[in-house]
């Protein structure tokens, strides 16, 4: 039997659903400083004449990017809304289509 939750405990869910994304971001936030901090120093003391170590830079800072804007929800379609919406959608595509048979 499936349990039906109150408004409150939805909105609970949710609030803590969005600390766990946020704590997972800046995880990720800082594990990306450090590491690049540690690749440019390897990188200015073997190699001062290429900086490779930008390459992992722009590569990771995509990834930081991306990651960001799914957290900070700056496009619309990276929310669970969005995607709610969509299924919903598509079910709805599908049930029109088995009825027309």
């Not at 609030?15 to 120093?41: D, S």
Request: aromatic letters at 16%; proline letters at 2%; charged letters at 30%.
């Amino acid at each position: 039997m499936e349990r039906i939750y109150t408004e409150e405990e939805k909105r609970y869910q949710q609030a803590q659903k969005r600390v766990t994304e946020l704590r997972k971001f800046y995880k990720h936030l800082g594990e990306f400083v450090i590491a690049n901090a540690i690749l440019a120093v390897i990188n200015l003391m073997t190699s001062p004449g290429y900086l490779w170590f930008l390459w992992c830079l722009f590569g990771w800072g995509i990834a930081i990017a991306m990651d960001a804007a799914k957290v900070f929800n700056v496009f619309p379609f990276f929310t669970k809304e969005w995607e709610e919406q969509k299924v919903k959608e598509i079910l709805e595509k599908e049930a029109k289509k088995e009825t027309k048979k």
